[in-house]
């Protein structure tokens, strides 16, 4: 009898960091092993966005059984700044770290990039040692960050990572990318065939729930009750542009309007946004939440934001939607005109979209949804009808379990069913 087939996925982030990539990939991980696969991860320490480990300096490496899902984690080296060279070498330092892990002999490798650079080394490993299908699963693409957020000076760096992302993509058995412009982008940008790369859109891993007790939930976070709350969570990051939001709530203040922003989540600019926001009394922020409480902030909002630096289009689809779309409540874009997140909230029709540095017309939408709870009501509803009907878990996990199936026919397994009741 054969065994049923094996999964080794690699990837930096993990569960239980709540925001980023970790919850996709403890998701996939967690429901192939209750479909009867052995899944193993190698990963590090929970340190994301807050750019720190949690609970102090890490062992070096540390196995635990995880909802049936071995997980191996090896310490790596965290930037002071993340960016740059020293985000480049903290990924480097992962890949060094992936490298002395047993990789075992899997019917399948599933990469996750970002870390770009950790993926490559693992890529030579599962080639050259391990020689089993190797499955890149793509979150964000590099080439297009450093494009749209380099500058000039990037210019060198930007090819370098060109090469190197091609190189992976190229060199893998298959690429799962999380959206149909990110498919379009490696098959023109890099060359792929067309039938190398499935997408694979990211789910929704907020499970549904009771609705809470609004004003006991906003009177948690001391939130008045005639405040229009608009909450932004997730990173701090260049990428996200928040001083946009700042400017906004410091309009919001001068111009004596209802409107209330709010910052949840942690990453590289929070002590500058802090700095920045020090004598804006109608912005507040909060550190990273743990699941609970985090689905309890969205809940309490009255409008939930995407903010996005200006210039940022296509490299990576906003995590952040896959909730926002559950809570019912509507979604304001600040982005520019053709970015992946203008399609997303329009296709959802679940908000408005902004510039997205024009705090005044970021405040001015805000107080039109506040003057407006049918429409506002409207948009949030329609965004949890697009959740339901684009972003439903089930959905994304069986089509990534099929795809695997097929890559391990003929490594001497036989896969489990799709149901997962074998």
Do not use: C
């Not at 001391?222 to 909450?231: A, C, D, N, Q, Y």
């Not at 019912?328 to 408005?352: F, K, R, Y």
Request: charge should be positive; avoid cysteine; proline fraction near 6%.
């Amino acid at each position: 009898m054969n065994l049923p087939p094996s999964v080794l996925l690699v990837g930096l982030n993990y569960s239980p960091e709540s925001t980023g990539i970790a919850p996709y990939s403890a998701g996939l991980a967690k429901d192939l092993a209750a479909r009867g696969w052995q899944v193993r991860v190698i990963s590090s320490f929970p340190h994301y966005p807050q750019w720190s480990f949690l609970g102090g300096r890490p062992p070096r490496q540390e196995v635990r059984i995880e909802d049936a899902v071995r997980v191996v984690r090896r310490r790596h080296g965290l930037p002071k700044k993340p960016g740059g060279v020293a985000r480049a070498l903290s990924e480097l330092s992962f890949g060094l770290a992936t490298l002395t892990a047993a990789f075992g002999r899997p019917d399948a490798i599933v990469l996750v990039s970002p870390a770009l650079i950790s993926s490559a080394l693992a890529l030579v490993k599962a080639k050259v040692i391990t020689r089993r299908p190797v499955v890149v699963w793509v979150q964000d693409l590099y080439t297009l960050g450093v494009k749209e957020l380099g500058g000039r000076r990037s210019a060198l760096a930007g090819r370098a990572i060109a090469a190197i992302e091609r190189w992976v993509l190229r060199s893998s058995d298959k690429v799962v990318v999380i959206h149909e412009r990110f498919r379009d982008t490696v098959i023109q940008e890099f060359g792929l065939q067309p039938e190398a790369v499935s997408v694979v859109r990211n789910w929704s891993h907020l499970a549904d729930a009771e609705p809470p007790n609004r004003l006991e939930a906003r009177a948690t976070f001391g939130w008045k009750r005639e405040h229009f709350v608009v909450l932004h969570a997730g990173n701090m990051g260049l990428k996200q542009g928040l001083e946009n939001v700042v400017e906004a709530a410091r309009l919001a203040s001068a111009q004596r309007s209802d409107v209330r922003f709010v910052l949840l989540g942690d990453g590289n600019q929070r002590e500058r946004l802090a700095e920045l926001s020090s004598d804006v009394p109608t912005l507040s922020m909060i550190g990273s939440l743990p699941a609970d409480k985090f689905r309890l902030a969205l809940s309490a909002a009255d409008a939930l934001l995407v903010n996005e630096r200006s210039g940022v289009e296509g490299m990576a689809v906003p995590s952040k939607l896959t909730s926002y779309f559950s809570t019912g409540l509507p979604v304001i874009a600040a982005t520019d005109h053709g970015s992946i997140t203008e399609s997303e909230v329009l296709m959802a029709a679940a908000g408005p979209v902004v510039r997205p540095d024009d705090p005044q017309a970021l405040l001015d939408v805000a107080a039109s949804l506040q003057a407006d709870p049918a429409r506002a009501a409207k948009m949030g509803e329609s965004g949890r009808q697009f959740r339901a009907s684009h972003l439903d878990p089930r959905a994304s996990f069986d089509r990534f379990a099929q795809l695997l199936n097929d890559l391990t026919v003929g490594q001497g397994t036989d896969a489990p069913s799709e149901s997962g009741n074998d």
